[in-house]
């Protein structure tokens, strides 16, 4: 049976490198474990590395042609039209996708924490919830994953803090009480963070709309509905 805790600890590394690329990563490989007297934690982090190095060293750039990868109608007939489909491998792998991922995390946070945080005096929770709904259907389902993903490796921690956090009850609680990954397909998540494995005990105390507890579920895809 697999440990959660390895499970989560090699999850943080991979994520860390798939956001802000092997180069970072490694230069950080001391830090992480300065803590390990044995020096195995560090030997291991560098063949870590040293693994993906070699997969990206024999990554090969360039443009890959891929004729009659398309076609539309029967061959030999005047309609028949056939297209090739021309692939470019000029992205390096393992380099972190930091300068895309960055400030879109920013702005949607930014976003949603404008909306919570109005008085609901002015703008009732109803409402706060009609208006992120909106923000939300603009997220596809990976969209919705990847933010998901960047919060249970530690970069969004604000999104929703982790329930061993002292201040839990008096912090953010996007992801719970305003459904900021309502959508996510949970067949697409990694089996070891299946939702329903994550979002237990106090997560559960979620809020929901005026007269809809039943139907108002943490997601959409599965029956877990408020315990508040």
Do not use: C
């Not at 939702?195 to 105390?205: A, D, G, Q, W």
């Amino acid at each position: 049976m697999s440990n959660p805790l390895t499970n989560q600890y090699i999850f943080d590394h991979s994520y860390y490198v798939f956001f802000s690329g092997i180069n970072y990563y490694k230069s950080n490989i001391k830090r992480y474990s300065k803590d390990d007297k044995t020096g195995f934690l560090e030997k291991t982090l560098n063949k870590f590395v040293d693994e993906l190095e070699k997969i990206r060293d024999n990554h090969k750039l360039g443009i890959k042609k891929i004729p009659g990868y398309y076609t539309h109608g029967k061959f030999g007939d005047p309609d028949w039209k056939q297209q090739t489909l021309w692939l470019s491998f000029n992205y390096k792998p393992f380099s972190g996708h930091q300068s895309i991922l960055a400030h879109y995390y920013r702005h949607l946070f930014q976003t949603v924490k404008f909306v919570a945080n109005q008085n609901e005096i002015v703008i009732s929770y109803n409402s706060k919830r009609d208006y992120l709904r909106v923000l939300r259907s603009m997220l596809s389902n990976h969209e919705q994953i990847l933010l998901y993903y960047n919060w249970l490796a530690g970069f969004g921690n604000n999104w929703e803090l982790k329930i061993d956090d002292i201040n839990y009850e008096t912090t953010n609680k996007f992801f719970t009480d305003y459904r900021m990954i309502h959508n996510i397909p949970n067949q697409m998540i990694f089996e070891e963070f299946k939702l329903e494995k994550i979002f237990v005990k106090e997560y559960l105390n979620f809020r929901y709309e005026k007269g809809r507890k039943k139907q108002d579920t943490l997601f959409e895809l599965l029956p877990i509905v408020s315990k508040a």
